[in-house]
């Protein structure tokens, strides 16, 4: 190999040689320009169309002509409340006094499945957290892999077995009546909004369990020692140590389950049925069929900004960055 | 005296592995089910499935599409990670975490809203046709931050005297580079080359939306869960599908596992 010669240098032009000094200098520099595929990769194909999402939701469309003169007309359509014509809208008992409440109560729906299905997902995986952190001994290593490995496989597949598992012919009603324990199969487990939390639950747990683990795993042992030397329970232990020092991993598993799928599309679309829709819904029709891709901008800027509001909200409440700092 | 105790904590375990496994096997189950219905009791064994499953031009289309886009995905993702990986690991930076945050969106982002976006520029602004370009570019995105999460886990306590030694040695960067540097993120590499392609291949809601007529494997198998008497041949590609992903990502965690384990760079 070549041993670098000073004289290579002069081949180069005073500004090459400057631009190399200066890098040299600037660690920063030289840190960005390394990154710097990925990040117009990511400006060109992340950041530019949620810009392009942003300005479309200001035009409005005219059946077949986009109107780009900004205005707020789509959020309008979106909370217009109804006039003395229209029939109110309710929804779980609830008036939803607007003209179009479809949105509106369909948004609010979306966040109430998903939140359910978080909780579930959440009372799932901490028993199972806990018992890889505090009970398994050996091949720890083959545990988590074997509760990891299904997130790695066909979300559309996952959500497709759960078809097969509650449809009126599907495996839970025909191994049922083969017990003999229904004559009828039981219509109320697929299409509806419960078939979705169970099945948006059992996609996600397994993603959801790393966090509780890491922050079980990370507890200092001695702790509980000293727990249980001063003369606590183990169950009055679980509630003054372990948990409250697991919280920042079981926020974590929350947000991680709780966002994406507020616009899951594929779970409603399958195993949903006409109840069991949610907003991914309204915005794939939207932006499809109904050819209404301004309003279907909107809509998706409605929903993203709603779920970083709640989540903002319940950062703040629970005083994620309080424990943070505890903690550390 | 002898009492066999089961742990409560064992015993949600062997739940929860059957919580979570039961389900996703039926798939193979039923695809040997000699029957066009998923139901019990079980009618008896046939490979008719696999048979029509083969036999279908437009399922082995389809599949050379994935796997196209799956390959050129994976290049490509873990380049982009690579770079950004190392970028990220060796220089103090300021605005990192914003710029890191911004990689890191399509995490969070629901997979929907990116590809709609995604469509809307495409076809709104630059009226660029839907082919197999436009689902490996919404792939892509999907697939950086996690190579660039797995690289950046490899990468993380890398001595960065070896590199400072290769430069002294009178080595250029781009010598360093592929003396130095790849052979140790090497593991690290293939894990992430690895786990793009499955998540590529997997990849049902991107690929929906911006595929033209070409196809990939998960919108052709989509499109067939609508009919109820194509089920043995689908179910026979679930399952093929099914299995393609676990032992890719058996064969990814090994590695990693086996790269975590080789620290020292002597044992390349």
């Keep these: 190999m070549a041993v670098a010669e000073p004289g290579q240098r002069l081949g180069w032009t005073a500004s090459g040689d400057q631009w190399n000094r200066w890098l040299r200098r600037h660690e920063w520099a030289r840190g960005y320009l390394l990154m710097s595929p990925t990040i117009l990769v990511m400006l060109a194909m992340l950041v530019a169309p949620i810009v392009a999402l942003v300005v479309m939701s200001f035009w409005t469309q005219h059946v077949l002509e986009i109107d780009r003169t900004p205005t707020l007309a789509n959020y309008w359509h979106l909370i217009e409340p109804a006039g003395p014509d229209d029939e109110t809208a309710y929804w779980l008992g609830i008036p939803f006094p607007f003209k179009r409440a479809v949105y509106i109560v369909l948004l609010l729906k979306s966040i109430l499945m998903s939140f359910t299905a978080t909780v579930a997902v959440i009372l799932l995986a901490y028993p199972m957290a806990y018992f890889l952190a505090f009970r398994v001994k050996q091949h720890k290593m083959i545990w988590l892999m074997a509760i990891t490995l299904p997130f790695w496989t066909s979300y559309l597949l996952r959500v497709f077995a759960w078809k097969l598992m509650l449809g009126f012919g599907g495996v839970i009603n025909s191994g049922l009546m083969k017990l003999g324990l229904i004559d009828q199969p039981l219509e109320f487990l697929l299409y509806n909004p419960i078939a979705v939390v169970i099945t948006l639950a059992h996609a996600w747990v397994a993603f959801a369990i790393l966090p509780i683990y890491v922050s079980l795993e990370k507890i200092d042992r001695s702790l509980l020692e000293a727990a249980s030397d001063l003369g606590d329970r183990a169950i009055t232990r679980f509630f003054r140590v372990t948990l409250p020092l697991s919280a920042p991993g079981v926020i974590a598993s929350s947000l991680l389950v709780f966002i994406p799928t507020v616009g899951d599309y594929v779970t409603p679309t399958l195993v949903g049925g006409p109840t069991g829709i949610m907003i991914g819904n309204s915005i794939q029709s939207l932006f499809g069929k109904m050819n209404e891709i301004p309003l279907g901008s909107a809509l998706s800027l409605v929903m993203m900004l709603s779920v970083t509001l709640i989540v903002c909200l319940f950062l703040w409440a629970v005083g994620y960055r309080k424990m943070q700092r505890s903690i550390a | ?268």
Aim: proline share 6%; charged share 10%.
């Design chain 2, 1 to 268: 005296m002898v009492r066999l105790r089961i742990d409560p904590a064992t015993a949600y375990a062997i739940f929860f592995v059957l919580f979570l496994y039961v389900p996703v096997l039926l798939i193979p189950l039923f695809s040997f089910n000699d029957s066009t219905v998923a139901t019990f009791p079980m009618k008896g064994f046939t490979l008719n499935g696999y048979r029509g499953m083969a036999a279908d031009a437009s399922l082995i289309n389809a599949l050379k599409n994935s796997l196209m886009v799956g390959i050129g995905v994976s290049i490509v993702s873990t380049a982009l990670g690579l770079l950004a990986a190392m970028g990220a690991t060796r220089y103090a930076m300021p605005g990192k975490s914003p710029v890191m945050g911004t990689i890191m969106l399509p995490l969070v982002v629901p997979s929907l809203i990116l590809a709609i976006a995604l469509l809307v520029i495409l076809r709104q602004v630059f009226d660029i046709p839907l082919t197999l370009w436009t689902v490996a570019a919404g792939h892509v995105l999907v697939c950086v931050p996690f190579s660039m999460l797995v690289l950046m886990s490899r990468l993380e306590g890398f001595d960065k005297g070896l590199e400072e030694a290769s430069n002294d040695l009178g080595e250029n960067a781009w010598m360093t580079f592929w003396r130095v540097t790849f052979p140790i993120a090497l593991p690290g590499i293939i894990a992430s080359l690895l786990m793009c392609f499955t998540i590529s291949f997997d990849e049902f809601v991107m690929a929906f939306f911006l595929s033209g007529t070409d196809q990939t494997l998960p919108v052709f198998l989509y499109s067939q869960l609508r009919f109820p008497q194509r089920l043995p041949p689908t179910l026979a590609l679930g399952s093929s599908i099914l299995a393609v992903s676990v032992v890719i990502v058996l064969v990814s965690e090994w590695l990693r596992r086996f790269g975590v384990q080789s620290n020292k760079p002597g044992a390349f």
